[in-house]
């Protein structure tokens, strides 16, 4: 059983990735935190395999959050999916060695956020 963590601060991209995902994938669980910390609390009752983590959020924004979502989840995958598209961005989530993908939230990007998921 797949388990993806949708970590956003929008509740409507939060349910947006959920329907998107179950979609395609009825059998995986999905689980969401709405900050950083939150994302990291999740963490105490719930191992993903996807995380999808957006960039800016009150509190710990996405960035901040990879190190300790990778310390306790090091086989997890992790998407930053952002609207904030800029190459600083998308170099400092290569450095951290995780996926870049961008908003909008649509079913096409879903998909291609599980596709390279499903390669690894």
Do not use: Y
């Amino acid at each position: 059983m797949t388990t993806v963590l949708v970590v956003d601060d929008s509740k409507v991209s939060r349910l947006l990735s959920r329907q998107f995902i179950l979609n395609r994938h009825p059998d995986w669980t999905i689980a969401e935190a709405a900050s950083g910390e939150e994302a990291i609390d999740k963490l105490q009752t719930v191992t993903p395999d996807l995380v999808l983590l957006d960039l800016n959020m009150p509190g710990m924004g996405g960035l901040a959050a990879v190190d300790k979502i990778q310390a306790k989840c090091p086989a997890a995958h992790i998407t930053l999916l952002t609207a904030n598209v800029q190459d600083a961005t998308r170099e400092k989530a290569k450095a951290l060695g995780i996926e870049f993908a961008e908003k909008p939230i649509t079913e096409a990007c879903i998909d291609g956020i599980i596709t390279v998921f499903k390669k690894q």
